[in-house]
């Protein structure tokens, strides 16, 4: 069920691309007693919280697969498709342009249905964080000013955007959105319409619990904040080793928000935040091993090795 997006380019990105081929080699993968995909025919290209992204073919990527977390039904993959492209063309409403986009399912057995967002495989020197590797530390740099002015056209009560650097892509003077599997659209008393049991499903069963009345709402509500959301803009760059780029981020970001983002306010989120997402993996790990180890069932998720943070 393919939701195509950005018309100017007409051809999907799922043209070509045999999902039941791209999922067959993951499940190899996860069957394997080795954490590592080399050599089972998978490029894993990154990892997101709850995702994995696989290049594919994996000899010469051509198209980024990003594997969600299987549906139980084929009815809720058909909600969540139906929320990815509202969310699509309300971003490109507010002037953000999502690169090229679409949704792809292919049965996973007993009723489940394994879902793709699929993207084209971007050049490495448009990347957000590659982009600003390259530049000296500018408040004028249009990638800082691009994506903030973006926070402040998207980010209201009803829509959320995780801004961090990593989800840009730059290049030919235009900025273009990649993290769209999420989509951030929340109703009237602002709980999020996308299926939050879905995201769930990546955590211990006996914790899902806890993890959604007490952890996800706050995290995914506070990305409806356009001043948090530009915090994590700013607290990101040093996850990516661009520590020098917070004071220019800062002076563009503060020129939109009140009260002024402080260094020290951004440091203190950043040690929050790397703790808390620290903490969630060490959980899937756990969950992984008492699966694999315990159990003796194959855990149905990659998870990445060392993070810096």
């Known amino acids: 069920?393919?939701?195509?997006?950005?018309?100017?380019?007409?051809?999907?990105?799922?043209?070509?691309?045999?999902?039941?081929?791209?999922?067959?080699?993951?499940?190899?993968?996860?069957?394997?007693?080795?954490?590592?995909?080399?050599?089972?025919?998978?490029?894993?290209?990154?990892?997101?919280?709850?995702?994995?992204?696989?290049?594919?073919?994996?000899?010469?990527?051509?198209?980024?697969?990003?594997?969600?977390?299987?549906?139980?039904?084929?009815?809720?993959?058909?909600?969540?498709?139906?929320?990815?492209?509202?969310?699509?063309?309300?971003?490109?409403?507010?002037?953000?342009?999502?690169?090229?986009?679409?949704?792809?399912?292919?049965?996973?057995?007993?009723?489940?249905?394994?879902?793709?967002?699929v993207q084209?495989?971007?050049?490495?020197?448009?990347?957000?964080?590659?982009?600003?590797?390259?530049?000296?530390?500018?408040?004028?740099?249009?990638?800082?000013?691009?994506?903030?002015?973006?926070?402040?056209?998207?980010?209201?009560?009803?829509?959320?955007?995780?801004?961090?650097?990593?989800?840009?892509?730059y290049g030919d003077g235009a900025l273009r959105y990649l993290d769209v599997t999420t989509p951030m659209c929340f109703d009237e008393d602002g709980r999020i319409e996308l299926d939050i049991e879905l995201f769930l499903a990546a955590y211990p069963w006996a914790l899902r619990g806890v993890i959604g009345r007490f952890v996800a709402p706050g995290v995914i509500s506070a990305y409806r904040d356009p001043r948090h959301v530009l915090i994590d803009l700013a607290a990101n760059l040093q996850k990516e080793g661009l520590s020098e780029w917070i004071p220019p981020a800062l002076e563009v970001i503060n020129a939109q928000v009140s009260p002024t983002v402080t260094p020290e306010e951004v440091e203190r989120y950043y040690r929050s935040d790397a703790r808390l997402w620290e903490a969630m993996l060490k959980l899937r790990r756990a969950d992984r091993w008492w699966q694999r180890r315990v159990r003796r069932r194959d855990y149905p998720f990659l998870l990445p090795g060392h993070i810096d943070r």
């Open 1 to 117: 069920m393919p939701e195509d997006q950005e018309s100017a380019e007409p051809a999907s990105p799922l043209a070509g691309v045999d999902l039941a081929a791209v999922e067959a080699a993951v499940l190899r993968a996860l069957a394997a007693p080795s954490d590592a995909p080399e050599g089972l025919g998978l490029r894993v290209l990154g990892y997101g919280e709850i995702s994995l992204v696989v290049g594919w073919p994996d000899s010469r990527p051509e198209v980024a697969c990003k594997r969600l977390p299987v549906f139980p039904s084929e009815a809720a993959a058909q909600r969540y498709s139906e929320r990815f492209s509202n969310y699509l063309e309300l971003l490109a409403q507010r002037g953000v342009q999502p690169v090229r986009s679409a949704f792809g399912t292919v049965d996973a057995g007993g009723g489940r249905v394994a879902g793709y967002v």
């Open 120 to 169: 084209p495989v971007l050049d490495s020197g448009e990347l957000g964080p590659n982009v600003l590797r390259a530049a000296k530390p500018d408040a004028a740099h249009p990638v800082l000013t691009s994506v903030v002015e973006s926070v402040s056209g998207v980010v209201d009560d009803r829509t959320g955007l995780d801004a961090q650097l990593s989800n840009w892509a």
